[in-house]
């Protein structure tokens, strides 16, 4: 996982494909859960994920939910068909909010747009 600092609101995190993606999520969830961490809006980058396990899921939902009591915001950017799928299975495209590419997601960020 590659985590930058997009700018004092923004970070930017690349995911990479299993089996680094469960480890990958639990960083990040001390990243923006730890003490004295500032809250900030959160751009998940997918591109070079290729699956999700229900482990992973579940910790996609708790990123959310930690994002969301700070009154941020999380994007899903750059899903492949085979991740996307999984995603409208689980009902997780209603749930999370999703950009085809992470220059999208930043401009909404900093645009402000919902």
């Known amino acids: 996982m ?8 923004v970070l930017l995190v690349d995911l990479f494909p299993e089996p680094l993606l469960s480890e990958d999520l639990q960083q990040l969830l001390l990243a923006i859960d730890g003490p004295g961490a500032p809250a900030k809006h959160v751009i998940l980058d997918f591109q070079q994920v290729n699956s ?3 482990s992973n899921i579940a910790s996609l939902l708790r990123v959310r939910k930690r994002v969301l009591q700070q009154k941020r915001r999380l994007f899903v950017c750059a899903i492949n068909d085979r991740v996307w799928s999984i995603f409208m299975t689980a009902g997780l495209d209603d749930v999370f909010e999703t950009s085809a590419e992470v220059s999208t997601a930043l401009a909404s960020v900093q645009l402000g747009i919902e």
């Open 52 to 54: 999700l396990t229900s």
């Open 2 to 9: 590659s985590i930058t600092e997009w700018s004092e609101e």
